[in-house]
């Protein structure tokens, strides 16, 4: 058994997107409580046993549902139940078990077939699993970074900022900074700080794509200028001075998801202010679009399965009747298998949760490097 407490990669999905003689699909919602660990085990089991009966119901050999079961107990009595994770994803056929600890919350799923169902996985690497946070009080403020994999933790601050209002004020008081901003002290505090956070920031992501939670009372919360800083921003109301790391990154977990779909949500809005000669909406189509490497990011509602078969060359698709088709060779869920081609070929995939998409006209959209002529 393989154990993977990192995203899993684009190797890794191909790895996993190869067809199965048997393929034993879990996902399961958990936390590192005792009482959530628990509550876990008993819904990966139950989902495991379900998966078991469906793969008698389709004929298989007692010595390989022996083999496959005993991959259950494995994970079962491993020590992953405990660790910082939202949800576990488990991949498990004959000589075959790995196990991704996720960051993001995916809710209990399985399937049993001849392929893995990759769609869910999709999601925690296509959302944003990290965010910073600000901590900001009239006596200190301090930077945090909370990672896939760690807890938030606090950040060493290599400039010369002022630690407090007061000092500030002192600051510019003695001609030090900006001598232009004067009366409220707030104000020029909460303009040192933001300045002082973009500068930070910049230097650990440039690309500004990991969001900034910012924890601070009213008085500096409205005071706080966001106009110069370019990457998202979650404004959480309430004294910060005696939050500990574990209060900051419960609510950045709590609220990752929510900032996920307002990103999600703009990009896809988007897509109806660009030429819609490179949008495109027919699964087919993409596929075929996908191979070629045409395709620059793809959306799919990763709630949905639809089952066929992929020729990764062409692009070329056939959908099988339903999802009866799950224990044909060859057959496997086609969003996931589609994904993996489209970021194999250097575009992105994004899994949506097409109930938080109530505007968008899914289950699957492309926004494409060229016009279709």
């Not at 998202?232 to 004294?239: N, T």
Request: aromatic fraction near 8%; glycine fraction near 6%; charged fraction near 25%.
């Amino acid at each position: 058994m393989s154990i993977h407490y990192t995203l899993p990669t684009p190797a890794d999905f191909e790895v996993l997107a190869k067809p199965q003689d048997i393929a034993v699909t879990v996902y399961v919602e958990t936390a590192p409580n005792v009482a959530d660990a628990d509550r876990a085990k008993v819904a990966f089991k139950s989902a495991f046993d379900d998966a078991l009966n469906q793969l008698e119901d389709a004929g298989i050999s007692h010595p390989v549902r022996t083999e496959i079961a005993q991959s259950r107990e494995e994970i079962l009595d491993s020590d992953i139940w405990h660790k910082l994770s939202r949800s576990l994803a488990v991949f498990v056929a004959p000589g075959f078990s790995e196990v991704f600890v996720l960051p993001n919350r995916i809710e209990d799923h399985f399937d049993a077939g001849t392929t893995f169902s990759l769609g869910l996985l999709w999601r925690s690497v296509t959302q944003i699993q990290e965010a910073f946070a600000l901590t900001l009080s009239a006596n200190e403020w301090k930077l945090w970074h909370a990672t896939p994999t760690a807890r938030a933790t606090e950040l060493a601050i290599s400039g010369d900022y002022p630690d407090s209002a007061s000092d500030a004020t002192n600051r510019g008081s003695a001609g030090r900074g900006d001598d232009r901003l004067s009366g409220d002290p707030y104000d020029l505090y909460a303009k040192r700080v933001a300045d002082a956070a973009q500068t930070e920031l910049a230097a650990i992501n440039p690309a500004g794509n990991i969001p900034l939670f910012v924890f601070a009372e009213e008085q500096l919360l409205g005071r706080f200028d966001v106009r110069k800083e370019g990457r998202h921003l979650e404004l959480v109301r309430g004294a910060a001075d005696r939050l500990t790391a574990a209060e900051i990154d419960e609510e950045i977990r709590g609220r990752l998801a929510e900032v996920n779909t307002t990103i999600t949500a703009a990009e896809l809005a988007n897509l109806g202010e660009i030429d819609q000669s490179r949008v495109e909406h027919d699964l087919a189509a993409i596929a075929h679009l996908a191979a070629q490497g045409s395709v620059e990011a793809m959306w799919f509602d990763m709630t949905q399965d639809v089952w066929g078969t992929l020729n990764p060359e062409t692009g070329e698709i056939s959908y099988a009747p339903d999802d009866s088709g799950a224990f044909t060779p060859g057959v496997g869920e086609l969003f996931g298998q589609i994904a993996t081609l489209v970021v194999a070929k250097g575009g992105r995939a994004v899994a949506v949760r097409g109930s938080d998409q109530p505007d968008w006209n899914g289950p699957v959209v492309a926004h494409l490097r060229f016009a279709l002529t």
